[in-house]
């Protein structure tokens, strides 16, 4: 499936059987020395680390991961209980916007999808709305990062979200995105099965649940993404 974009930003293309998806039109560049990073974080209550009795979700546990001699890192937590992908498209670019202007290296973690399939947003739609935000942010210069959908405890519900999480995966393959599949490495993961059924709403995990994921991100991609060495 390929994902059409109209009227989009610079440098989007409709893409063809032989067409890329995507030419970026804006160069992603990284400062030599200390670099002054700001990195906003996207998404819905996964994000937002709801139910997470510590109050640092997987982006808390992260970002205390992530510090660095050589990064200035400046991180900024944007999850919204509820939203769907539709709503984050909505509001990506009014939010990051004010927290980047002072930073002179922007990056752009995105997570959500789960909402898209419980309030009907329709799979390609929810996948066009992941293309769009990828697109405009590679034509504004603005590095990106994808994490994918964790399972829950529904099989029905399971299924729809692998469909959706392969659908992530191909849109930033399509793009050269980093994107980290949690859905498989977690469906079947006792700890994470637990956590979640012994949760408030056993839909959100607690502590160990997103340190899982947290582990799941730093160990796919994470440092090379932000280009440091350990």
Sequence with gaps: MTDSVSNGPPGTTTAGADTPAFIPSAEFSVADGVRDVGVCFVGSSMVAGYGDPKGLGWVGRVVSRTQHADL???AYNLGVRGDTSSDVMGRW???C??????????RLVLSVG???LLGGVSTARSRLNLANILDEASSLGIATFVVGLPPGLDTELNHRIEALADAQADVCARRGVTYVDCYRSLVTHDQWVSDV????DRVHPGQAG???IAWLVLHNGWYDWLRVTL
């Design 72 to 74: 200035d890192l400046t």
């Design 93 to 95: 670019r009014r939010e």
């Design 97 to 106: 916007g004010p927290r980047w202007e002072q930073r002179a290296e922007r």
């Design 114 to 116: 789960t909402n898209d």
């Design 197 to 200: 059924a012994s949760g408030r």
């Design 210 to 212: 997103y340190g899982l």
